[in-house]
Every structure is written in C-alpha cells, then in structure tokens.
C-alpha cells in the first residue's frame, strides 16, 4: 500500500520500532509524520544540515554515506524498509554527519524532531526500544570495523554475500547496491571487488548474473570465516 494514500497510523504499524505502542500512542504519532518521496539519486539530506526529524523508511532504499577529506565517498550502510536514520543528530543537538540518498524510488517518513522527543518522555517502552535498534547499529559498526582489521577481501565478501542470503532467507538474492557502493562497504576498489566476484564464480561459491547472485557452496564460504 502506497504510504501517501493510505492511513498513516497503518503505515507505522509495520515500522518494528513503533510495534510496542498502543492504538492511542500510534495515532499521536502520525499527527506529527510528514511524508515525502524521493527519486533514485536525491539527497534526503547532507551533511551539516541542521534537519531534526527522525526519517523512517517506508518503502526502498537508502545509503548512508561519508565523504572523506579527499572527496572520497564511504558507504556506511544501507537503510531498508522499517529502518530508521537521522537519530544521532535528533538526540546530541548537532549538525547532520553524513549523507542520505536514495538509491530507487523511495517514500519516507518524516517525524518532527521536538514532537517525537515529547511523545518519547510519555512513551518509555518506545524509547527503549530505539535505544536498542541505537545499540544493535553500533554493535554492528564495531564488527564491521573489526572485520577491516582483521580479515582480508575475500573474507569480508564470503561474510557479505552469506549475510545478504540470511536477510533473504534464501540462497538467491539480489545485490542491494551496484558493485562501486558494495566496493565502498567492504572497504575495498571496485576493481578488487569483481576480480574476488569473478573468483568466487571460478571456484564454485557462487553464481552470477548482473546483481543477481546465487550461492552455490555455502560451506565453502562459511570455512572461510
């Protein structure tokens, strides 16, 4: 169902972290969302704006990137249906750090900032429960830092492409970035990136066509582990 046109506490029904609210608790929500599509391409925002809103969302897909001192783009992560950004600068009163784009045609919803911090201080379980998925991301961001130490390329792809498959529940899934964005992920050059794709193909790991992938020896890529 297409969020502009459907009822938006509906919408947040499906959002995992407003799940723990009541009807009246989600109904106060939606007064304060803003809804807005963006095309494949458009900045949601940049870094150093001043946006307090807390961005969900709702349909597609989002990169989080970080633009180094050189001009260099790193992709930080990938936001999917239900997850949500723009947390850390909602909650520290400080300028936006990184970059959100869309990378298809996505609908997100906006929460305005102060609104959402009143509704949280009558809502403890919902503001535990943010502070959890807050956990859980930095978690994840000190393993995927972990894994630019201590593990090498074809590692840190075998842990991709089997994490891609558990997000899927299947063997068979379809890249959620072109190769220049996943290159960025991994921590490596487009260029080594499909040399290590092309290899795992050689070897029998897997299978390949365009973004779709295949995993053909699961075992072969767990050992690498």
Request: net charge neutral; with cysteine; proline share 2%.
């Amino acid at each position: 169902m297409n969020c502009l046109h459907c009822n938006k506490s509906y919408c947040m029904s499906f959002v995992p972290i407003f799940q723990v609210l009541n009807g009246d608790e989600m109904k106060e929500i939606s007064q304060i969302i803003t809804r807005q599509t963006f095309k494949k391409g458009e900045p949601i925002f940049l870094a150093g704006d001043m946006k307090k809103s807390l961005f969900v969302v709702h349909k597609g897909k989002v990169k989080i990137t970080h633009i180094s001192e050189d001009g260099r783009e790193q992709v930080i992560r990938i936001m999917r249906t239900g997850d949500f950004f723009g947390d850390l600068s909602l909650f520290n009163n400080t300028p936006l750090t990184t970059n959100a784009e869309a990378l298809e045609l996505i609908e997100i919803c906006m929460l305005e900032g102060e609104a959402f911090k009143n509704i949280l201080r009558k809502t403890p379980d919902l503001l535990l429960n943010i502070l959890a998925q807050m956990s859980e991301r930095l978690e994840r961001a000190e393993f995927q830092l972990s894994q630019l130490s201590t593990q090498d390329v074809g590692q840190r792809l075998a842990a991709f492409i089997l994490e891609q498959a558990a997000d899927h529940d299947n063997n068979a899934f379809v890249l959620p970035v072109n190769k220049t964005d996943a290159a960025s992920l991994l921590g490596t050059s487009r260029e080594t990136l499909s040399r290590k794709l092309s290899l795992f193909q050689k070897q029998g790991y897997i299978q390949m066509s365009g973004r779709k992938v295949k995993i053909c020896n699961r075992a072969a890529l767990e050992e690498m582990l």
